[in-house]
């Protein structure tokens, strides 16, 4: 699949060693741990973000309406699991030995809203939210792209062309007008809906955004983060920004010239008689 990744200059991996001239010990204090850890370059990883690193508050959110009647029904259905599940989830005064006319009278102080918590926390902790998110764009010559994630046209774009693997998969985002809905009907029932992890507000249209979706590993702490690398071969070519520093441009011209000659090079330009990028051969 052919995907394009916008990437400001201080992530590529380069930008430390020339920036304003910062001496190496300072290079974190200045430019920031994060992205001196998120360079693609000279190891070909990027960051896959947890919902909670994306640049979007609402990411992976989702309208979760209760329905009453059904989810007390299931709680007195069967009791004994109710109870354990509120011990565990929400108050440790609900004892699993409770008999159920007190579980009952402790649930009755149980808001709608503090039952909705409850969820929200055990959707927070689930496998699901677990997940990993790489965004790329279907095209490369976005202006609005290259100004919001290039900083200002000074930056790169990298083309992947991946093909189709277990450790991943790809899903277009769709951008939508409300928020994905979820309802709840058995208190039990807290699974993540999986389409929120690739649903936007669809002001957010202009991306075009192909998300590449993996599970983190296990062994990471969860804020912990966590780099994905890809093969060489998947880097069909790079484009540098219109306002690029020639510096950095010359030190992933010299880079791709010693260890990746295969990568196509190209510069963008500004079009002079309409509003258009256009891309010429290094």
Not at 15 to 24: E, F, G, L, R, V
Not at 139 to 146: G, H, K, Q, R, T
Not at 216 to 243: M, Q, T, V
């Given at each position: 699949?052919?995907?394009?990744?916008?990437?400001?200059?201080?992530?590529?991996?380069?930008?430390?060693?020339?920036?304003?001239?910062?001496?190496s010990?300072?290079?974190?204090?200045?430019?920031?741990?994060?992205?001196?850890?998120?360079?693609?370059?000279?190891?070909?990883?990027?960051?896959a973000?947890?919902?909670?690193?994306?640049?979007?508050?609402?990411?992976?959110?989702?309208?979760?309406?209760?329905?009453?009647?059904?989810?007390?029904?299931?709680m007195?259905?069967?009791?004994?699991?109710?109870?354990k599940?509120?011990?565990?989830?929400?108050?440790?005064?609900?004892?699993?030995?409770?008999?159920?006319?007190?579980?009952?009278r402790?649930?009755?102080?149980?808001?709608?809203?503090?039952?909705f918590?409850?969820?929200?926390?055990?959707?927070?902790?689930?496998?699901?939210?677990?997940?990993?998110?790489?965004?790329?764009?279907?095209?490369?010559?976005n202006?609005?792209?290259?100004?919001?994630?290039?900083?200002n046209?000074?930056?790169?774009?990298?083309?992947?062309?991946?093909?189709?693997?277990?450790?991943?998969?790809?899903?277009?985002?769709?951008y939508?007008?409300?928020?994905?809905?979820?309802?709840?009907?058995?208190?039990?029932?807290?699974?993540?809906?999986?389409?929120?992890?690739?649903?936007?507000?669809?002001?957010?249209?202009?991306?075009?955004?192909?998300?590449?979706?993996?599970?983190?590993?296990?062994?990471?702490?969860?804020?912990?983060?966590?780099?994905?690398?890809?093969?060489?071969?998947?880097?069909?070519?790079?484009?540098?920004?219109?306002?690029?520093?020639?510096?950095?441009?010359?030190?992933?011209?010299?880079?791709?010239?010693?260890?990746?000659?295969?990568?196509?090079l190209l510069?963008?330009?500004?079009?002079?008689?309409?509003?258009?990028?256009?891309?010429?051969?290094?």
């Amino acid at each position: 699949m052919k995907l394009f990744k916008y990437i400001a200059p201080e992530r590529t991996g380069f930008y430390q060693n020339y920036a304003c001239k910062i001496p190496s010990n300072k290079c974190e204090q200045v430019l920031g741990k994060e992205n001196l850890i998120d360079g693609f370059f000279p190891n070909l990883e990027l960051v896959a973000s947890t919902p909670g690193r994306l640049n979007d508050p609402f990411e992976c959110k989702v309208d979760v309406k209760i329905d009453r009647k059904a989810y007390f029904r299931s709680m007195l259905e069967d009791p004994n699991s109710c109870i354990k599940y509120f011990h565990n989830n929400y108050d440790r005064k609900i004892k699993n030995k409770t008999d159920l006319k007190q579980f009952v009278r402790q649930l009755k102080k149980v808001s709608i809203s503090k039952m909705f918590k409850i969820h929200c926390d055990a959707v927070e902790n689930s496998n699901e939210t677990l997940m990993a998110i790489v965004s790329f764009s279907i095209e490369p010559d976005n202006i609005l792209m290259w100004s919001h994630y290039c900083k200002n046209h000074s930056g790169i774009v990298i083309e992947f062309d991946l093909p189709s693997s277990q450790e991943y998969e790809f899903k277009e985002v769709e951008y939508l007008e409300t928020l994905p809905q979820r309802k709840l009907n058995h208190f039990k029932n807290s699974a993540y809906p999986t389409e929120a992890f690739y649903s936007k507000f669809n002001i957010w249209n202009y991306e075009k955004e192909v998300r590449m979706i993996l599970k983190r590993p296990e062994h990471l702490d969860r804020n912990e983060i966590f780099k994905y690398k890809f093969s060489a071969d998947s880097i069909k070519s790079i484009r540098f920004g219109a306002l690029i520093n020639d510096n950095l441009m010359n030190d992933i011209i010299h880079l791709c010239g010693e260890k990746y000659p295969h990568i196509r090079l190209l510069k963008m330009a500004v079009c002079n008689d309409k509003y258009a990028l256009i891309e010429r051969n290094i």
